[in-house]
């Protein structure tokens, strides 16, 4: 069964940084592009950004380019999320998918992200 | 980027019923035209792919039509099951774009 695990999320202040992972099972996580989707309370989805399988290419959306890092480490089946300079509006729920080709067709749970003061 | 347009914001039927939901791109996008459905404690699924494709495992009452910028997604004879969020999303180029969204609500 394929199954995407998050973890990592918290209640931070601005400003602060936060490091998500996700663990990956069921399949053959060096096969498979990763992304990150964010979801705001009571919002839609949000792409932030895609990492291919062999990490050669990688994507930003505008609202998280220059604060955030994606990466993966294909030995630990793990993908993550480095976030830094956080603000308010990067409060969501933060949803871990696999897929080729620009599809998002495995996702987590998600893990939460709350920016207050 | 590609702006998704999605409609309507929310729809009401009854099982057994057919309802659409209408997803506009800002530019052709091709064929690359996805679906998900989003329910609460669940994954979210995705449905349709490339506009019409039906991912494996989903009943085939689920049917995606459209390409360019005008997309469908067609429930025929609802279940109460199928109730839940509905988003499309392009895949054709980054930034990846969703719709805003589709409430189903069964009666």
């Known amino acids: 069964e394929v199954q995407l695990v998050e973890s990592g999320g918290d209640l931070v202040k601005p400003g602060r940084s936060l490091k998500l992972s996700c663990l990956a099972s069921?399949?053959?996580?060096?096969?498979?592009?990763v992304s990150w989707i964010r979801q705001a309370p009571g919002k839609g989805l949000e792409w932030i950004a895609s990492?291919?399988?062999?990490?050669?290419?990688?994507y930003y959306a505008d609202t998280v380019k220059g604060r955030f890092t994606i990466s993966r480490d294909n030995a630990k089946n793990t993908l993550y999320l480095q976030m830094t300079g956080l603000r308010s509006e990067d409060s969501a729920l933060y949803y871990c998918?696999?897929?080729?080709?620009?599809?998002?067709?495995?996702w987590g749970q998600g893990t939460s992200v709350t920016v207050s003061s | 980027d590609v702006q998704m347009t999605q409609s309507p914001y929310n729809l009401v039927a009854s099982p057994g019923e057919s309802v659409s939901i209408n997803c506009k791109a800002s530019k052709s996008i091709s064929k690359y035209l996805a679906w998900y459905q989003q329910k609460p404690g669940k994954t979210n699924k995705l449905l349709i792919y490339d506009g019409s494709t039906l991912q494996s495992g989903i009943p085939s009452r689920f049917r995606g039509s459209g390409s360019g910028t005008d997309f469908t997604l067609t429930i025929r004879s609802l279940e109460p099951e199928d109730f839940g969020l509905y988003y499309c999303?392009?895949?054709?180029?980054?930034?990846?774009?969703f719709g805003s969204g589709t409430k189903l609500e069964i009666k």
């Open positions: 999303q392009q895949h054709n180029e980054y930034p990846l774009t």
């Open positions: 990492i291919s399988s062999s990490s050669s290419y990688i």
């Open positions: 069921g399949f053959t996580f060096t096969n498979y592009g």
């Open positions: 998918t696999r897929g080729n080709y620009e599809l998002l067709d495995a």
